[in-house]
């Protein structure tokens, strides 16, 4: 689908504004950042004006959703992330103990905290995590597990969250979760489409057509095991595609076809996992 027939997508709801002044309002108290962005787009899904939220704090860029993930294509982003200095990491949040990766860094990167304490005579100090990234990349997910319980809302819809909360773990960290957050205005629809095809922009805002379109256009170019392994249909065009996929699935009555029902199916298909190894952001 050519980008000039496309709608330019645009969310930035009043709460993700409010809670990216709270952020920074309250920066200082805290040790470390947890980024995270979504491994099946790292580049894309990663938020854009990070350092001006975040100032100089040490931050883990925490890859969720690997197991989702095309793992060569993620692992070319790791390299490319690690090459610019951050500290890269890859999680499926869905096994018990991957976390863990978290939480060993975490105390490795703030050793110095505590070696200064103790050079004073005090006692470890609560290290305070603030946890963000856009919506739906899973970071409530991250807090539930590493509190040990549910504490934090899972939905895989975005805009669940929408206050900032300083959530206790028994692992020495304090974590703050926080609203996911975009920005006021996408320069790259490329990456507001991709965002908008893993679920991190409001459903009702979208064209759901252009994305699912968007979509196939992916998985025609760089995933076509998806098209002939997980959907098994072909066609010349991204939109033959769609067109075969709905007489598949009986999504047209009689020369009708219903482009909608069928580019919901393709993006529930993400969204609930049955479509993985998958990385919309190519890394070269």
């Known amino acids: 689908m050519s980008n000039e027939n496309k709608t330019n997508i645009n969310w930035y709801p009043g709460h993700m ?13 805290i040790d470390i950042v947890y980024e995270l962005v979504d491994a099946r ?24 959703k690997k197991d989702l993930c095309n793992m060569d294509m993620t692992n070319k982003w790791l390299k490319y992330y690690e090459d610019k200095g951050y500290n890269a990491i890859a999680v499926n949040l869905k096994e018990d103990k ?15 905290i505590q070696e200064k ?15 963000i990234g856009i919506p739906n990349v899973g970071k409530s997910s991250l807090i539930n597990k590493m509190a040990g319980r549910k504490v934090a809302n899972v939905e895989n819809k975005p805009g669940v969250t929408r206050q900032l909360n ?16 975009l920005w006021p205005k996408f320069e790259d629809q490329e990456i507001a489409y991709n965002i908008a095809a ?55 009555k009689g020369d009708e076809v219903d482009y909608y029902k069928t580019s919901e ?20």
């Not at 894309?44 to 890859?63: A, G, H, V, Y």
């Not at 304490?117 to 946890?131: D, F, T, Y």
């Not at 300083?166 to 957050?181: A, Q, S, V």
């Open 198 to 252: 893993l679920g991190s922009i409001k459903r009702e805002v979208l064209n759901t057509t252009d994305i699912a379109l968007h979509l196939l256009n992916i998985y025609h170019t760089n995933f076509i095991n998806v098209l002939e392994n997980i959907y098994a249909v072909s066609g010349n065009t991204d939109l033959e595609i769609m067109e075969n996929l709905a007489k598949k699935w009986g999504f047209i």
């Open 265 to 284: 199916r393709i993006l529930n298909d993400v969204t609930n996992g049955k479509v993985n190894n998958i990385t919309l952001d190519i890394c070269k």
């Open 166 to 181: 300083f959530l206790k773990t028994n692992l020495g960290i304090t974590l703050l979760d926080t609203p996911g957050i």
């Open 17 to 29: 504004a409010k809670a990216k002044r709270q952020i920074i309002e309250n920066i200082d108290l």
């Open 41 to 64: 787009a790292p580049y894309s899904t990663k938020i854009n004006d990070i350092e001006d939220i975040t100032k100089n704090k040490q931050r883990i860029l925490i890859m969720t």
């Open 117 to 131: 304490r103790a050079s004073k005579g005090l006692k470890n100090k609560e290290i305070k995590a603030l946890v």
């Open 98 to 112: 991957d976390y863990k990766k978290v939480v060993d860094l975490t105390h490795k990167l703030t050793s110095y």
